[in-house]
């Protein structure tokens, strides 16, 4: 599943920010990428706190990870 910032899909820029489980599955969903995040929470007089930004990081970290293993265990199952 593919996961796009609705924003930059409204603005017609490059919107494609991860995939996530199931990986098969060809649909896509929406979330925002880091530039609007901030503006929204500008416009809303919210100041992203330090917490919330590293809970966003966290979460990327974390994905990013995921897929690492995805691809060691791929290889690793390949050599059997």
Same mark, same amino acid.
């Given at each position: 599943?593919? *996961? @796009?910032?609705?924003?930059?899909?409204?603005?017609?820029?490059?919107?494609?920010?991860?995939?996530?489980?199931?990986?098969?599955?060809?649909?896509?969903?929406?979330?925002?990428?880091?530039?609007?995040?901030?503006?929204?929470?500008?416009?809303?007089?919210?100041?992203?706190?330090?917490?919330?930004?590293?809970?966003?990081?966290?979460?990327? @970290?974390?994905?990013?990870?995921?897929?690492?293993?995805?691809? *060691?265990?791929?290889?690793?199952?390949?050599?059997?």
């Amino acid at each position: 599943m593919k *996961v @796009l910032c609705a924003w930059c899909v409204r603005d017609g820029k490059p919107a494609f920010l991860r995939e996530k489980f199931p990986l098969e599955d060809p649909s896509e969903t929406h979330g925002l990428c880091g530039d609007h995040f901030t503006s929204l929470s500008a416009s809303v007089g919210k100041v992203v706190t330090p917490r919330v930004w590293l809970l966003s990081r966290m979460h990327d @970290l974390s994905w990013g990870l995921t897929r690492w293993a995805q691809r *060691v265990m791929g290889r690793l199952w390949s050599l059997c």
